[in-house]
């Protein structure tokens, strides 16, 4: 399966963007997507997922209430909706998916077996 991220940009405190993560493959639709950013010198860390099975949603604390994930399975995407960002969003955003992530493993980036190439996000303060 490949992923295209898409939809980063340069925007200002309190903007929104919307990022979009498309699948060559049909049988994305039934994998768990998450998304993940890297900012520069830090980690890797999980921002937000979509369980394949049940369509549930989870969100890392620095972004509940503010992103939200969803997918049209239509389109074989899945969307991060940005809103109200700060510089601290400024990342690399990658999505990501996999078939059979347990709960647990949801937030860890060697669950997920597909990558996508990566879009940049800068919120200018």
């Known amino acids: 399966v490949q992923l295209q991220a898409s939809g980063g940009g340069l925007v200002q405190t309190g903007d929104f963007l919307r990022l979009s993560c498309e699948a060559s493959?049909?049988?994305?639709?039934?994998?768990?997507v998450g998304w993940f950013r890297q900012a520069p010198g830090k980690e890797r860390e999980f921002v937000a997922a979509?369980?394949?099975?049940?369509?549930?949603?989870y969100y890392s604390d620095s972004v509940k209430g503010r992103f939200t994930i969803s997918r049209d399975k239509a389109k074989s995407t899945v969307y991060l909706q940005m809103n109200t960002l700060k510089a601290e969003d400024t990342a690399v955003y990658y999505c990501?998916?996999?078939?059979?992530?347990?709960?647990?493993?949801?937030?860890?980036?060697?669950?997920?077996?597909?990558w996508g190439q990566g879009t940049l996000v800068t919120v200018s303060s």
């Open positions: 493959e049909r049988t994305f639709n039934t994998y768990t």
């Open positions: 979509v369980r394949g099975s049940n369509g549930y949603t």
């Open positions: 990501a998916a996999g078939p059979g992530i347990i709960l647990s493993s949801i937030q860890r980036g060697p669950s997920y077996a597909y």
